[in-house]
């Protein structure tokens, strides 16, 4: 008879199941006190419908987080600047590890969230000319597509024009080691423009209470981008990168021969490469756009190693239908082919799988009103290999009766189709190092698509020439989400095994509200703040026999807070000073916390600029995630940098 094992060794083994799943799942110069807060309402976004639009007039939770906004925050990584923007939840694991979440679900996998930079999937997110990032908080499957459940990161990088000669930033300290960024500009012949960058950086480790957190990284990245005029208003643009590092990463793997519990320290080399090329053509009033791209990554983990190619081709088409309507329509497809390879304890059946993913979409903005009240409804259709075809509709409201004021709702239906992980897993996880007992993670075929009807408002206001508010409210309802089933014990080659499948006998909902200010005290001083509460609940369907995942609640604070205040100082000194705080993490054993990021720089000349920054000054060290085998923490971080440009 197998021996029945307690609660807190399931959970360990577990634990360390999910911990080692999740390792297979992710300078613009103008001056914002120049710019009115007219202007900012006007600022353009395409994520919402695919076309240009005033932010003021979206009928969706955005956020914009300027280029200028990311040098005057200190902000080495792309996690680091989306802490700007509200209802979005950041953490640090490690020196080279995030988790994210967007109204809920953090993660370092990320799922419920879509990363794109300029049309292409992001798996690897850094700093490469970025002009801005649009953030929208809330479902946007009907236009991108599955597992825009919760969110989108959109990254737009600057057009070649903008980045003509020559920039270079260099500079260090005690956590940012090391780091060196050149770029350099300039024109085709007439015909267009070009730039070449190249970027480096070293980082420190994180503290560990006990030992070396051996978490310190290293990364190179390289890359360019052509944008053409093409004879009538046509536009090309080409552009690619290339990057190579080594991570350092301690985990604990699970062997079949004693010692069974292992732990491993490994430097881990990360790579990969990418091209994309669109076309944008007009023609009689309406716009044809063809965006491909093809991506390459490597990674080679302590437990797995995997090459993922990745091949998208996106049409777009928009035209207007008398004055009153405007379509967009597109299709789209895309090639994902990997092949990978574990340790013993570590499989996907079968090792190599390519997906064909195929879809089409249409979205339509109609004014109702003399341009104050307009609708926008649409849809998207996609068939991946799991699940078959999958629907996402919404339907979109706003009513601006002024130029001061804008009321939205929305109602929206997304997805996130299963992956690998769900399908194809096998992992097996010791639950003693000397005993021989053990978990396993079975994928499941008939594990189906993740399903999300999302409800929302928001009010924009400019109540003052210096004041804007804006709030958004929402409420989720999700079904048929991740769950781990435990099947009967049994006996295999002398070993007990404890069987787990993935499921979706888990169903929930969520609630909350985001309130955003920015006021402009004086033309040298501005600040702004921002406040998230989130309420998430989730429990098992009848039958489920699953005991962890409703934690996972526990891993996005139920509260958040940010307040940010800039000066623009005499003799060419400004100063940004920002606040945070996270409330506490309940699944993570993290309590809530509070810190300080403050940035300092100095326009010595027109071409050159010093600046020091500190990040998380109010404390030695502090945790903000839960880590695999042991968590380490965020530790206080000072460095000084150099930027010239010519």
């Known amino acids: 008879m197998p021996t029945r094992r307690r609660p807190s ?36 976004v395409t994520t919402v419908s695919k076309t240009e639009e005033p932010r003021f007039r979206t009928p969706a939770a955005v956020y914009v987080v300027t280029a200028e906004d990311i040098r005057r925050s200190g902000a080495t990584s792309i996690p680091e600047a989306l802490r700007l923007a509200p209802g979005v939840h950041v953490a640090r694991i490690n020196a080279n590890q995030w988790a994210v979440g967007i109204r809920g679900f953090t993660s370092r996998l990320a799922r419920s969230q879509l ?92 503290f560990h209470a006990t030992t070396d957190a051996y978490d310190a990284w290293h990364m190179a990245q390289g890359g360019f981008r052509t944008d053409w005029k093409l004879p009538g208003d046509d536009r090309l643009t080409v552009q690619g990168d290339a990057y190579s590092g080594r991570a350092g990463e301690r985990t604990t793997l699970s062997f079949y021969e004693r010692p069974f519990l292992r732990t491993a320290e490994r430097q881990a080399p990360l790579s990969g490469g990418n091209v994309t090329a669109r076309w944008a053509h007009v023609m009689n009033g309406s716009a044809l756009t063809v965006n491909a791209y093809y991506d390459r990554t490597n990674r080679a983990e302590p437990s797995f190693q995997e090459a993922r190619d990745t091949f998208e081709l996106d049409l777009q088409h928009q035209f207007g239908l008398g004055q009153s309507q405007r379509v967009v329509w597109g299709l789209g497809y895309r090639l994902s082919d990997g092949r990978g390879q574990g340790i013993e304890t570590v499989a996907f059946i079968p090792p190599d799988r390519t997906d064909h993913i195929f879809s089409a979409f249409v979205h339509d903005d109609v004014d109702l009103v003399n341009d104050r009240l307009r609708l926008s409804v649409g849809t998207k259709l996609e068939r991946n290999r799991y699940t078959g075809f999958e629907l996402q509709p919404s339907a979109r409201l706003i009513w601006a009766p002024g130029p001061r004021h804008a009321v939205w709702t929305a109602a929206s239906r997304a997805v996130r189709t299963p992956s690998r992980l769900e399908r194809d897993l096998l992992l097996t996880a010791a639950l003693s190092p000397t005993a021989p007992l053990f978990a396993r993670v079975i994928g499941n075929e008939g594990f189906t698509s993740e399903k999300t009807w999302a409800y929302e408002a928001g009010y924009r206001i400019q109540p003052a020439d210096r004041l804007s508010l804006e709030a958004a409210a929402f409420h989720d309802r999700y079904r048929d989400l991740t769950s781990l089933e435990q099947d009967r014990p049994f006996v295999e080659s002398g070993r007990q095994i404890l069987p787990f499948r993935f499921a979706n006998m ?137 930027r010239w440009r010519w």
């Open 506 to 642: 888990l169903r929930g909902r969520s609630s909350g509200v985001e309130v955003t200010s920015l006021a402009h005290l004086s033309t040298r001083w501005w600040i702004s703040a921002e406040y998230s509460y989130l309420s998430l609940h989730l429990e098992t369907r009848p039958g489920s026999t699953d005991t962890s995942s409703v934690a996972s609640v526990g891993s996005s604070p139920r509260h958040m807070a940010r307040a940010q205040s800039s000066w623009n100082l005499p003799g060419h000194v400004d100063l940004d000073v920002g606040f945070r705080w996270v409330d506490r993490l309940h699944s993570q054993k993290v309590p809530a916390y509070s810190e300080l990021d403050a940035r300092a720089g100095w326009q010595v000349v027109s071409r050159l600029e010093l600046a020091v920054v500190g990040q998380n000054l109010l404390h030695k060290h502090h945790p903000e995630f839960g880590g695999s085998p042991e968590p380490t923490k965020i530790e206080r971080s000072v460095y000084g940098e150099a």
């Open 115 to 206: 990363a794109i930079m300029d049309g292409r999937t992001l798996y690897n997110p850094l700093f490469a000319g970025t002009y801005c990032i649009e953030i929208v908080r809330g479902p946007g499957g009907t236009l991108w597509g599955a597992n825009a459940v919760n969110g989108i990161v959109n990254i737009v990088t600057k057009d070649a024009k903008d980045t003509q000669g020559w920039f270079l930033s260099a500079g260090g300290g005690n956590e940012e080691r090391a780091f060196l960024r050149a770029r350099y500009g300039g024109t085709i012949a007439g015909k267009g423009s070009y730039r070449v960058y190249g970027k480096y950086f070293r980082r420190d480790a994180a």
């Open 9 to 44: 060794e399931i959970g360990l083994g577990l634990g360390l199941a999910l911990a080692l799943a999740a390792f297979l799942g992710a300078e613009d110069q103008r001056d914002l006190t120049a710019i009115s807060l007219e202007e900012l309402a006007q600022t353009k």
